[in-house]
């Protein structure tokens, strides 16, 4: 049996505790009753109700009381609730000019993308490379920036893209014309004899321009021979970054992440959220591939990235002789020109196995004629005979003629 002044003192700690629990209730629902009549007040006063800073600490120091609201409270708090307010109602204008703004970021990025794909529908020789990422092309057409950026509505429609359309080709077309200079400046530095490389470098003459970002600031538009392109878009041609080691060809080399350059950083507004420096390397160039694609943005801070202000440039490519010695040898083995481009080689759909090697079929069998030679120079670091056979084409399987065979 439970004494009887143990019983007395269990009682009274349980109404203790639900009298708290009932002061508590009581006090919140003054405090909320008086918190309704003052943002009632502020509205009557003009005020936004998403202007009002109840998230504030100040708020709950001035308001969330459990005291009534008297006219002399009113007139003492009113003064102290003004700057809160403006503040607020400051942040709440800017968030809606900043989403304003988005959205016609991405209505641009959408026509700009479009226009894109019909440019390479109507000229199968062009690739996105050949376009400028969407914040320099910003940056080189004003009127289309001013628009996108200070104009205070919800949206880009197409009837104003089409204002810029011929701005937006024009800017586009010296943009190509200029990479196209830089590798072909690129393939001349790396096919010139040494023995004129050095009488060069003795001659009192002014250097012959390298390839690279320009300084000036008012350039002609670049001019590229049909033998100098002719000379860029064979498959013998092969590109090595010296920054990340990847092997290129033309036009693929345009898209190529070390080359592109760094965007207009006035654009960063749009992405001040993201943090540069939370990505290791391994995830930098994906998230990187996204931010591209959707507007263009690139990071001030990336390892990789060139530092100029050109949106193309070539300081870190150089030709790859081993990689074209391989090249030539298997379209030697292959019966094929070495004047093909990539796109005919590849366009054959066809398959091939290494003759370097007996590594198995996951390793060396069924592959394209890129990842072949990716295949030989990554694997075989030993020079090879240039009568030695590398690669052969593979036989179609029976299943596969089967099918073929109409019925």
Request: charged share 30%; with cysteine; glycine share 4%.
């Amino acid at each position: 049996m439970v004494p009887l002044g143990k019983q007395t003192g269990n009682a009274m700690t349980m109404w203790l505790e639900a009298r708290a629990h009932t002061r508590q209730m009581e006090n919140m629902l003054l405090s909320e009753d008086r918190e309704t009549k003052v943002i009632d007040k502020l509205v009557e006063q003009g005020w936004d109700r998403d202007d009002v800073p109840i998230l504030l600490p100040e708020w709950d120091n001035l308001v969330y009381k459990p005291t009534p609201l008297t006219d002399q409270t009113w007139r003492r708090i009113y003064p102290k609730l003004i700057p809160l307010l403006e503040y607020c109602r400051a942040e709440r204008l800017s968030r809606e000019r900043r989403e304003r703004q988005m959205d016609r970021m991405e209505d641009f990025y959408d026509l700009y993308s479009d226009y894109i794909s019909s440019r390479m529908a109507e000229d199968s020789s062009l690739s996105r490379g050949h376009f400028l990422l969407a914040a320099n092309l910003l940056s080189r057409v004003p009127e289309l920036k001013k628009q996108l950026e200070e104009e205070d509505v919800g949206g880009y429609t197409e009837q104003k893209w089409e204002t810029h359309v011929e701005d937006v080709a024009r800017v586009n077309e010296a943009y190509k014309a200029k990479a196209l200079s830089l590798l072909v400046g690129v393939v001349q530095k790396g096919t010139r004899d040494d023995s004129v490389v050095k009488k060069e470098e003795k001659s009192m003459e002014p250097e012959e321009p390298q390839a690279g970002p320009s300084t000036s600031t008012s350039t002609p538009t670049p001019t590229t021979s049909s033998s100098d392109m002719s000379n860029l878009t064979r498959i013998t041609t092969v590109f090595k970054c010296t920054v990340c080691h990847e092997r290129l060809w033309y036009p693929a080399v345009l898209s190529h992440t070390c080359c592109r350059g760094k965007v207009d950083r006035s654009l960063g507004q749009y992405f001040e959220d993201m943090d540069d420096n939370v990505f290791e390397d391994e995830l930098e160039d994906a998230y990187f591939l996204f931010a591209m694609t959707t507007f263009g943005y690139t990071y001030e801070y990336r390892k990789r990235r060139n530092r100029s202000n050109e949106p193309f440039n070539v300081d870190n490519l150089a030709l790859d002789g081993r990689w074209e010695q391989m090249v030539r040898m298997a379209l030697r083995d292959l019966g094929l020109s070495e004047n093909a481009t990539v796109q005919e080689v590849e366009a054959e759909g066809a398959q091939f196995t290494s003759l370097m090697c007996d590594g198995g079929a996951e390793r060396n069998e069924g592959l394209s004629f890129l990842e072949i030679i990716d295949h030989n120079c990554s694997r075989h670091d030993t020079p090879v005979d240039d009568t030695q056979a590398v690669i052969k084409r593979d036989q179609p399987s029976d299943e596969a003629n089967a099918s073929s065979v109409e019925p």
